[in-house]
Nanobody, 128 residues
Framework: QVQLVESGGGLVQAGASLRLSCAASGRTFSDYVMGWFRQAPGKEREFVAAIDFPWRSTTYYADSVKGRFTISRDGAKNTVDLQMNSLKPEDTAVYYC????????????????????WGQGTQVTVSS
């Protein structure tokens, strides 16, 4: 059974940086694709970023975070990080790590239903 555990959330001021980390366990990860989503109060969960297989690490970003956020993974540690710079109040949300071992080319990694496994989430609050 896959477990995804997020860490690194917190309260920061606008313009600051935070680094989220997601530790994965419970399976081999050579074919595991991972991503980050977020959900603000009263809003639907939305895509933030994704990174595909460890041997390729192609990245995908939501337009709202492109140029400010960077997703990366460490294949040896089975972790995926989200470096968030120039944070804005509208980035305030619970951030969720997601993963799937069933990714095939053509699947849209920006969709929630592309992922089978989810973490519990970590709160990020950006004050103005």
């Amino acid at each position: 059974q896959v477990q995804l555990v997020e860490s690194g959330g917190g309260l920061v001021q606008a313009g600051a940086s935070l680094r989220l980390s997601c530790a994965a366990s419970g399976r081999t990860f050579s074919d595991y694709v991972m991503g980050w989503f977020r959900q603000a109060p009263g809003k639907e969960r939305e895509f933030v970023a994704a990174i595909d297989f460890p041997w390729r690490s192609t990245t995908y970003y939501a337009d709202s975070v492109k140029g400010r956020f960077t997703i990366s993974r460490d294949g040896a540690k089975n972790t995926v990080d989200l470096q968030m710079n120039s944070l804005k109040p509208e980035d305030t949300a619970v951030y969720y790590c997601a993963g799937t071992g069933a990714y095939v080319a053509g699947v849209n990694l920006r969709r929630i239903n592309a992922y089978d496994d989810w973490g519990q989430g970590t709160q990020v609050t950006v004050s103005s």
